[in-house]
Every structure is written in structure tokens, then in C-alpha cells.
């Protein structure tokens, strides 16, 4: 239950550190995601995958090692949008 909360907190914190580096010029790295951002809005898309991401960990992996794994690769991912926005 501890993982799936920070993996919460985590996909938020990612949601949040993209916005932020997006809106002081950066680019978004995964072309997929920034295919849906120009067609859609990055707001709307992000919604749409963090809400579907925590649905699908909350129903497939509570409770499974996989789940620690993702949030370490979230701290990852947050960690370097957090050095992205100081470095701009």
C-alpha cells in the first residue's frame, strides 16, 4: 500500500515538474507523449495518462514487487525533470 501511495504522489509530481519545464522552453523527450501534447494539450493528455496509470497500478499491481520498481523509476524520472527546471 506504501508504494501505491508514493506511485500517486510520484505521477502527480511528474504531471507537475513536466508543466513546469515545458513552460520554461523544454521539450518533452518521448515523442509518443509529445505527439498526444500538440494534438491534445499537455493539461488534458496528462490527465488522461496519469489517471489511466494509477488506475492500472491500482488494479494490476498493489501489493506486487513491480510496483516498487516503477516508483523508483518515477524518483528517476521527477529527479530529472526537477534538474531540467534549475537548469533552466
Avoid at 12 to 31: S, Y
Avoid at 33 to 50: D, E, H, W
Wanted: overall charge positive; hydrophobic content about 60%; some cysteine.
Amino acid at each position: 500500500m506504501i508504494a501505491f501511495l508514493l506511485f500517486i504522489l510520484l505521477q502527480v509530481a511528474d504531471a507537475w515538474t513536466t508543466i513546469t519545464a515545458l513552460n520554461l522552453n523544454g521539450r518533452e523527450a518521448n515523442p509518443m507523449l509529445n505527439y498526444l501534447f500538440r494534438k491534445f494539450g499537455v493539461v488534458q493528455t496528462l490527465m488522461v495518462v496519469k489517471g489511466g496509470s494509477i488506475i492500472i497500478a491500482g488494479l494490476f499491481l498493489v501489493g506486487h514487487w513491480s510496483l516498487w520498481c516503477l516508483v523508483g523509476l518515477y524518483v528517476l524520472v521527477v529527479g530529472n525533470n526537477v534538474y531540467q527546471i534549475r537548469k533552466a
